[in-house]
């Protein structure tokens, strides 16, 4: 039976020292790193407040040079990361440059005439509905569109309000002359997140024009095939519709209309549950969606677009909240290490733009001011966005859906309650004085410690992953509770919290994943994480598909004070190969999937 679940307040949650919190605080050193006069070079552009001579030298390039047709995107990026970087964690620094960029782009709209504030020309819009060929005027647009609501609705900035309320006003009165099937023509041509911007819009202040707005921008050649249940993605350009259905899942929640729902459950079908995807998640190859089951002939240097995970991500949170669902957590997690960690470069915080899965792949890193592709943009969103899928609430409690270590204050019948999820290290001196005999334990392990300031009665569900490969051990206080062995499944915990510690071993076994349409390709999994073989090749392996530990064993496993569960080698094979987890590869060539035989 599902529940709803809801979103905890973006302050509520903190990363706990560690890997992942250096990430995210690259990322955040990244983002001050960049002069705000470039990151608003193409809006003062367009509102005659920037004219060099010549081009200057250090102005950023790439996608966001002042000759690109899509200039200005990642601005709207910034600002969305910006606004979570200030709501989860107080950040002043990054608020007060995000409030700056604010102002001006209010100044830049003054000086367009109190409404247009594009970073590209409105005639862009003009040349699409002539049927001009243009490259994704709306969806460029967008993204400084949700980087204003972002910032209003995250970061409590009221000038971001006005400005988009006043650029919607434009967008009704253009919408507005087409007939329906001319705008259905023109929403043929990339709107990105236009419909859900409206949709967002709309929730705020529930006027009819913004209503318009959503009507206008149904993509019904689309949502309509979806509803007959048609194959409408194979070898189509997949992060054109993800974005789109963001605005169905949105409308949704605004409107109310069923039909909007149901397009997204229709979608989610087709692109994910009826087609099958990569060992990492992803499903993409050259930015298109791959045929149903058919991935034997997808690998390639251009698999999994980062647009693509990270959207789908958002998809997948989205159908978590109304429905409580486990598998969209088990997929989120899947995504988060091997496309969100790993198309980040834990050393510089660049991005790669694809992950590629053909045999000797390397990733291709971004630069900090010369490529800014659409992937750079929701890179820093994606990395600013890591306490916001951790931890839900239900009408019994709390939940616990990834196995991050964070810390959340959470407010339950008049109590506050703090939980705090570490992760364990194994402690050999420990073993030691347990007279315990030294042994390899590469399972996950977690402390929970739940403090609330009076005893409070609520349910804690923790999720148990795709991925067990054995009965958890859970205990609380000490005492071990009775839990099933039900991969993809939640365990539920009923009591009078007070000051109670949990301990939460989640047992993982390599595992082996055929490649979708060609059963002869596998890849290998320990537990979430997917190994890459440091090779340029994919050299025959021989032993049992059903018993991976006959083909790989650990590697340097032991070292002073733990145990090194994360690389491997081969045994007993002609070549010997290393493997590393996939989110650890920075420019070493890699192989994912090799050919397996008996």
Not at 487 to 506: Q, V
């Given at each position: 039976?599902?529940?709803?679940?809801?979103?905890l307040?973006?302050?509520?949650?903190?990363?706990?020292?560690?890997?992942?919190k250096k990430?995210?605080?690259?990322?955040?050193?990244?983002?001050?790193?960049?002069?705000?006069?470039?990151?608003?070079?193409?809006?003062?552009?367009?509102a005659?407040?920037?004219n060099?001579?010549?081009?200057?030298?250090?102005?950023?390039?790439?996608?966001?040079?002042?000759?690109?047709?899509?200039?200005g995107?990642?601005?709207?990026?910034?600002?969305?990361?910006?606004?979570?970087l200030?709501?989860?964690?107080?950040?002043t620094?990054i608020?007060?440059?995000?409030?700056?960029?604010?102002?001006?782009?209010?100044?830049?709209?003054?000086?367009?005439?109190?409404?247009?504030?594009?970073?590209?020309?409105?005639k862009?819009?003009?040349?699409?509905?002539?049927?001009?060929?243009?490259?994704?005027?709306?969806?460029?647009?967008?993204?400084t569109?949700?980087?204003?609501?972002?910032?209003?609705?995250?970061?409590?900035?009221?000038?971001?309000?006005?400005?988009?309320i006043?650029?919607?006003?434009?967008?009704?009165?253009?919408?507005?002359?087409?007939?329906?099937?001319?705008?259905d023509?023109?929403?043929?041509?990339?709107?990105?997140?236009?419909?859900?911007?409206?949709?967002?819009?709309?929730?705020?202040?529930?006027?009819?024009e913004?209503?318009?707005?959503?009507?206008?921008?149904?993509?019904?050649?689309?949502?309509?095939?979806?509803?007959?249940?048609?194959?409408?993605?194979?070898?189509?350009?997949?992060n054109?519709?993800?974005?789109?259905?963001?605005?169905?899942?949105?409308?949704?929640?605004?409107?109310?209309?069923?039909?909007?729902?149901?397009?997204?459950?229709?979608?989610?079908?087709?692109?994910?549950?009826?087609?099958?995807?990569?060992?990492?998640?992803?499903?993409?190859?050259?930015?298109?969606?791959?045929?149903?089951?058919?991935?034997?002939?997808?690998?390639?240097?251009?698999?999994?677009e980062?647009?693509t995970?990270y959207?789908?991500?958002?998809?997948?949170?989205y159908?978590?909240?109304?429905?409580?669902?486990?598998?969209?957590a088990?997929?989120?997690?899947?995504?988060?290490?091997?496309?969100?960690?790993?198309?980040?470069?834990?050393q510089?915080?660049?991005?790669a733009?694809?992950?590629?899965?053909?045999?000797?792949g390397?990733?291709?890193?971004?630069?900090?001011?010369?490529?800014?592709?659409?992937?750079?943009?929701?890179?820093?969103?994606?990395?600013?966005?890591?306490?916001?899928?951790?931890?839900?609430?239900?009408?019994?409690?709390?939940?616990?859906?990834?196995?991050?270590?964070?810390?959340?204050?959470?407010?339950?019948?008049?109590?506050?309650?703090?939980?705090?999820?570490?992760?364990?290290?194994?402690?050999?001196?420990?073993?030691?004085?347990?007279?315990?005999q030294?042994?390899?334990?590469s399972?996950?392990?977690y402390?929970?410690?739940v403090?609330?300031?009076q005893?409070?009665?609520?349910?804690?569900?923790?999720?148990?992953?795709?991925?067990?490969?054995?009965?958890?051990?859970i205990?609380i206080?000490?005492?071990?509770?009775?839990?099933?062995?039900t991969?993809?499944?939640?365990?539920?915990?009923?009591?009078?919290?007070?000051?109670?510690?949990?301990?939460?071993?989640?047992p993982?076994?390599?595992?082996?994943?055929?490649?979708?349409?060609?059963?002869?390709?596998?890849?290998?999994?320990?537990?979430?994480?997917?190994?890459?073989?440091?090779?340029?090749?994919?050299?025959?392996?021989?032993?049992?598909?059903?018993?991976?530990?006959?083909?790989?064993?650990?590697?340097?496993?032991?070292?002073?004070?733990?145990?090194?569960?994360?690389?491997?080698?081969?045994?007993?094979?002609p070549?010997?190969?290393?493997?590393?987890?996939?989110?650890d590869?920075?420019?070493?060539?890699?192989?994912?999937?090799?050919?397996?035989?008996?």
């Open positions: 039976m599902f529940e709803t679940h809801h979103s307040p973006w302050n509520a949650v903190t990363l706990q020292p560690g890997s992942l990430r995210a605080e690259l990322n955040r050193a990244y983002m001050l790193s960049l002069k705000s006069s470039h990151l608003l070079q193409n809006h003062y552009g367009e005659g407040l920037w060099p001579p010549q081009q200057p030298t250090d102005c950023h390039g790439g996608w966001e040079s002042p000759t690109s047709q899509l200039r995107h990642f601005l709207g990026h910034w600002l969305s990361a910006a606004a979570r200030f709501a989860s964690t107080g950040d620094e608020k007060g440059k995000a409030d700056f960029i604010v102002a001006e782009l209010a100044r830049c709209q003054q000086e367009m005439g109190g409404e247009w504030i594009g970073s590209i020309p409105e862009y819009l003009d040349w699409i509905a002539r049927g001009k060929r243009v490259w994704a005027p709306q969806y460029t647009l967008h993204k569109l949700m980087g204003l609501y972002d910032m209003y609705e995250i970061a409590q900035n009221e000038q971001a309000l006005d400005i988009l006043h650029w919607a006003n434009w967008f009704h009165r253009w919408t507005g002359q087409f007939s329906r099937e001319q705008m023509d023109i929403l043929d041509v990339e709107t990105g997140g236009m419909l859900e911007v409206w949709a967002n819009l709309y929730g705020v202040t529930n006027k009819q913004h209503l318009d707005l959503i009507r206008r921008y149904d993509r019904r050649r689309l949502f309509d095939r979806l509803l007959a249940g048609e194959d409408v993605l194979t070898y189509m350009h997949a054109t519709t993800i974005p789109e259905v963001h605005g169905a899942a949105r409308a949704w929640e605004v409107t109310g209309e069923q039909r909007w729902r149901d397009i997204v459950e229709a979608y989610w079908r087709l692109a994910v549950t009826d087609r099958g995807y990569f060992c990492t998640g992803g499903q993409t190859s050259d930015e298109m969606w791959c045929p149903p089951h058919q991935l034997g002939g997808q690998l390639g240097p251009e698999n999994q980062h647009c995970v959207n789908l991500m958002r998809l997948a949170n159908l978590f909240r109304w429905t409580g669902d486990v598998v969209y088990d997929y989120y997690e899947r995504n988060f290490y091997n496309g969100i960690l790993a198309q980040q470069n834990a510089t915080g660049m991005i733009y694809y992950l590629p899965l053909e045999t000797g390397t990733k291709v890193w971004g630069t900090p001011t010369n490529d800014f592709w659409c992937c750079h943009g929701t890179l820093v969103q994606a990395q600013a966005s890591h306490t916001r899928d951790i931890y839900f609430t239900n009408d019994e409690g709390l939940v616990v859906s990834q196995y991050i270590p964070s810390h959340v204050q959470w407010h339950h019948d008049g109590s506050e309650v703090s939980v705090t999820l570490e992760s364990k290290a194994h402690d050999v001196y420990a073993l030691k004085a347990s007279r315990e030294p042994r390899q334990t399972h996950p392990e402390t929970l410690s403090n609330c300031e005893p409070t009665e609520y349910t804690l569900t923790l999720r148990l992953p795709w991925w067990l490969a054995d009965e958890p051990t205990t206080n000490g005492e071990r509770q009775r839990v099933p062995h991969p993809s499944s939640y365990y539920r915990i009923r009591r009078t919290w007070h000051n109670d510690k949990l301990t939460i071993l989640l993982k076994a390599l595992q082996i994943v055929p490649l979708p349409g060609a059963s002869d390709m596998m890849a290998f999994m320990d537990g979430p994480i997917v190994l890459a073989g440091l090779c340029d090749d994919a050299s025959m392996l021989y032993g049992s598909k059903d018993q991976p530990e006959t083909l790989l064993a650990p590697y340097h496993e032991r070292q002073y004070a733990a145990w090194q569960p994360d690389s491997y080698e081969t045994r007993n094979q070549h010997t190969t290393r493997f590393l987890p996939l989110c590869i920075r420019d070493e060539r890699y192989t994912v999937y090799f050919p397996v035989t008996e």
